[in-house]
């Protein structure tokens, strides 16, 4: 029977169901029609049947077998001497951006304040304004 047939059958009986007859799904229905008038509906497989013994099936039955024992592993290999991965096992190490000119004033200046930051003679803070009295 398919769901056209059900529902006509649901109908035709009288039977009450929650919401129309159309809204219901078609499980709930064939349970309905099954618990109060033992209809047996004749439920038919659709589409084309399927071959355990084709290659795809097989596959895919290896597939759940490995995957099951954990031997399954997903996507490509990692190759350790390629450019990229060299790259990218420096990634923290190299730094970053252009190289700094050691020539400009700003990195003389920044060099300057280093240099004195770490010698303990850089003042820190702003200036105290004189007090006017």
Same mark, same amino acid.
């Not at 008038?37 to 013994?53: L, Q, Y």
């Not at 730094?95 to 303990?120: C, F, Q, T, V």
């Given at each position: 029977?398919?769901?056209?047939?059900?529902? @006509?059958?649901?109908?035709?009986?009288?039977?009450?169901?929650?919401?129309? $007859?159309?809204?219901?799904?078609?499980?709930?229905?064939?349970?309905?029609?099954? $618990?109060?008038?033992?209809?047996?509906?004749?439920?038919?497989?659709?589409?084309?049947?399927?071959?355990?013994? @084709?290659?795809?099936?097989?596959?895919? =039955?290896?597939?759940?077998?490995?995957?099951?024992?954990?031997?399954?592993?997903?996507?490509?290999?990692?190759? @350790?001497?390629?450019?990229?991965?060299?790259?990218?096992?420096?990634?923290?190490?190299?730094?970053?951006?252009?190289?700094?000119?050691?020539?400009?004033?700003?990195?003389?200046?920044? =060099?300057?304040?280093?240099?004195?930051?770490?010698?303990?003679?850089?003042?820190?803070?702003?200036?105290?304004?004189?007090?006017?009295?």
């Amino acid at each position: 029977m398919n769901r056209i047939e059900i529902i @006509s059958k649901i109908k035709e009986l009288g039977l009450e169901t929650e919401r129309p $007859a159309h809204q219901c799904k078609t499980t709930y229905l064939e349970e309905l029609l099954n $618990a109060n008038f033992s209809v047996t509906i004749e439920v038919v497989k659709r589409g084309r049947p399927a071959d355990p013994n @084709s290659a795809a099936y097989k596959r895919k =039955a290896d597939l759940e077998a490995r995957r099951a024992a954990g031997e399954l592993k997903r996507g490509r290999p990692i190759e @350790s001497t390629s450019e990229r991965q060299i790259r990218l096992s420096l990634m923290g190490t190299l730094p970053l951006g252009r190289k700094p000119n050691p020539e400009s004033i700003a990195y003389k200046r920044k =060099a300057d304040l280093e240099a004195r930051r770490a010698a303990g003679t850089l003042k820190r803070g702003r200036p105290a304004l004189p007090k006017a009295e």
